[in-house]
């Protein structure tokens, strides 16, 4: 079985700061991995995803995140926050033959101050 | 493109209650997702259809059932609803390719429904 632990349910981090969002799996199978966001009282959208090939994937909005198959971990990273980076930010896993579901992580919300 | 609709925004519904939400979505993609979302606990799959004329149950499907009515369009009704079940509800779509695990879900605007 596949699941996906988020360390942190809350990060605060000052404009212009690096932002760390932990995202650890576990995996019976070569996953594949996602980080979706979420902004308030919206559906989710797709930053970036992993699936084979290089390990550091870069999406949208400045957004990256390193594969790292010896640590089970696919934290995301933006080098330097904005106050729009503001939102909740959810790691998900799915594998080969699993039908494209996703099993979700709890999910972090990302607050940036002034 | 308006992508995935979902009605109602908001619903509250009385204990033994029935409704269906609506979900569609206009990418012609194969497959569709109903999740519930609960505040510390992420999303849960409710149930997903791969393909227009299938349905399986997710990791949360009692109190549940779905019907793909056509590839366009995926309901999820609540026979008799409990309070258990207030929650904010996402309808996704996505394309399958074989047996590829890795397209892109695109998700609609939730429904938020609270049971009394």
């Known amino acids: 079985a596949q699941s996906v632990t988020q360390l942190g349910s809350h990060v605060s981090v000052s404009e212009g700061a690096l932002v760390l969002l932990r995202c650890n799996y576990s995996?019976?199978?070569?996953?594949?991995l996602f980080w979706y966001v979420q902004y308030p009282n919206q559906g989710l959208q797709l930053l970036l995803k992993?699936?084979?090939?290089?390990?550091l994937v870069k999406g949208i909005n400045g957004f990256e995140a390193e594969f790292k198959k010896s640590e089970t971990s696919f934290h995301l990273t933006k080098p330097s926050a904005h106050m729009s980076d503001a939102a909740e930010y959810f790691c998900?896993?799915?594998?080969?033959?699993?039908?494209?579901?996703?099993?979700f992580g709890t999910g972090t919300q990302l607050k940036v101050e002034l | 493109n308006a992508g995935v609709t979902q009605t109602p925004k908001f619903q509250v519904l009385k204990t033994g209650q029935s409704m269906t939400l609506q979900c569609a979505q206009d990418?012609?993609?194969?497959?569709m997702y109903w999740y519930r979302q609960d505040p510390g606990m992420g999303l849960r799959l409710i149930y997903y259809?791969?393909?227009?004329?299938?349905?399986d149950k997710g990791e949360v499907p009692n109190g549940y059932n779905v019907s793909r009515l056509n590839k366009r369009e995926f309901s999820l009704r609540l026979e008799s609803a409990a309070p258990s079940q207030t929650s904010v509800y996402f309808c996704?779509?996505?394309?399958?390719?074989?047996?590829?695990?890795?397209?892109?879900?695109?998700f609609g605007p939730g429904t938020r429904l609270t049971v009394l």
């Open positions: 259809s791969a393909s227009e004329g299938t349905t």
């Open positions: 998900a896993v799915s594998f080969t033959g699993g039908g494209n579901k996703l099993t």
């Open positions: 990418m012609n993609h194969n497959s």
């Open positions: 995996s019976s199978v070569p996953p594949y």
């Open positions: 992993y699936t084979t090939g290089a390990t």
């Open positions: 996704a779509s996505s394309e399958l390719l074989g047996t590829s695990s890795y397209n892109e879900q695109f």
